[in-house]
Structure formats: C-alpha cells, structure tokens
C-alpha cells in the first residue's frame, strides 16, 4: 500500500466517528434546528420542536457535542447550545479531497 493510500485509510479512521454521528435521524434533526437558530438553543426548546424527551435531547447533545458539531454557552442558568460544524467538517471535507485527487491519478 502506498503511503498517499495509507493517508487516506487513516482519514477514513479519523472520519468514522464523525459519520457516524451523522447516522442518527434525530441528531440530524438537531444539527438542522441549530442551523436556523444561530444564537442557540436551549434543550426544552430543542425537545419541543423535535418531539424528544428532554433526557433523549441531551444524550444527542452530548454525542454531537463530543464529536465537535455543537458547544455551549452558559447564560444564567440554562446551557444554549449552538452549532459549531466547522472542524468535523474540514475533517470530512480532508478525505474527501484526497479521494478525488486519487481517483484523478492515471492508473498503474
């Protein structure tokens, strides 16, 4: 394996979690409701408008939270989260790049 393909495996690596994360209908959900609310969210009124638990709305917060899609920011007593795609999303668009500029190679 040539080390330009070794790069691209360990990108694929690197990406899986981030993927992954983007497999969950109601995460997806969360990520379009941040995106049209640019000051943030709290998690009643995120569960409100996507027919979550409350309990159910943090766990995704959590998972997407970890993986670099959304922070937070405290105000009084309440945690706004808001959307912050831009590192997974450079991640993503890495690999992506890397795979076209492979695939525009002659073949060997």
């Known amino acids: 394996m040539s ?4 790069h691209i495996v360990q990108q694929f ?5 981030l993927l992954d994360v983007l497999t969950d209908e109601k995460r997806q959900a969360i990520i379009l409701l941040l ?6 969210l709290n998690v009643n009124t995120i ?20 993986s670099g899609y959304v922070s937070f920011e405290k105000k009084s007593v309440e945690n ?19 795979i076209e500029e492979c695939t525009s190679l002659p073949d060997k």
Do not use: F, M, W
Request: proline residues 6%; contains cysteine.
């Open 3 to 6: 080390q330009k393909t070794e």
């Open 80 to 98: 706004y989260y808001v959307l912050t795609v831009r590192k997974p999303l450079d991640q993503l668009k890495s690999l992506i790049a890397a």
């Open 47 to 66: 569960a409100e408008h996507i027919n979550l638990s409350r309990p159910a709305v943090s766990h995704h917060l959590k998972v997407l939270k970890q």
């Open 13 to 17: 690596k690197e990406c899986i979690p």
């Open 35 to 40: 995106a049209q609310h640019k000051a943030g």
